[in-house]
């Protein structure tokens, strides 16, 4: 079983603090991908990183896939309310995405 | 922006009832997808298609569950004899590549079609 362990399960924060979130597996994937989805909607594709150690950024949120591809991060400088919502990992092998349970992010004005 | 549709948005039937969930993907894309979200639980894989048959399955997607390509634009999920257990939101995806590949593997979500048994 490809289990993806995320961290923390929840994080309450104050505008303009930095944050990350992390996904861990045992498993090798072929590449990870960081959602976000709103409550009442589908995932939305944030990124998706192959390579091991890659680094990516989208504006003020940095990926980073470990150097292993078992794990990744997900960093956000200056978080603001609009950032709000669950964010999912999912580790791709073949045509099966194994998403994580999410780290859900409250970010207050 | 072409987009993943999914109906009926939220569906009530009784146990041991049939349900047939509807998505229609988008276009250009070959691999679809099911998976489902229990409220308050992770999204899981059901099924993956490819090329007008099953390509992988989780073990939720036992006998009950089966899927099909009616036609060129329908995806549809049918779950026989419904149970309790299956009450979740149900997600349609699609994909140009198989699931994860750099830029073409990209999974698009509907919505969701919200099935509530009791």
């Known amino acids: 079983t490809q289990l993806l362990e995320q961290s923390p399960q929840f994080l309450s924060i104050q505008e303009g603090e930095n944050l990350t979130v992390y996904c861990n597996s045992s498993?090798?994937?072929?590449?990870l991908q960081w959602y976000r989805q709103e409550p009442g909607e589908g995932p939305v594709l944030l990124v998706t990183v192959v390579t091991g150690g890659e680094v990516k950024k989208l504006k003020r949120l940095t990926f980073q896939f470990g150097d292993a591809r078992k794990d990744s991060s997900l960093h956000i400088t200056a978080a603001q309310p609009g950032d709000t919502g669950l964010y999912l990992c999912a580790g791709a092998r073949y045509s099966t995405l194994t998403f994580g349970k999410g780290t859900m992010l409250l970010v207050s004005p | 922006e072409p987009e993943v549709t999914q109906t009926p948005s939220h569906q009530v039937t009784q146990m041991g009832q049939e349900v047939i969930l509807r998505c229609v993907p988008i276009s250009n894309h070959l691999y679809f997808y099911w998976y489902r979200q229990i409220l308050g639980q992770k999204v899981e894989f059901l099924v993956s298609f490819y090329n007008n048959e099953i390509s992988e399955k989780s073990e939720i997607f036992d006998d009950q569950f089966s899927v099909e390509r009616p036609d060129g634009s329908n995806f549809t999920l049918k779950i026989r004899s419904t149970k309790l257990e299956d009450s979740a939101m149900y997600f349609c995806a699609s994909s140009e590549a198989l699931a994860g590949k750099l830029n073409t593997g990209e999974l698009f979500f509907g919505e969701g079609s919200r099935l509530t048994v009791l």
């Open positions: 498993s090798v994937f072929s590449s």
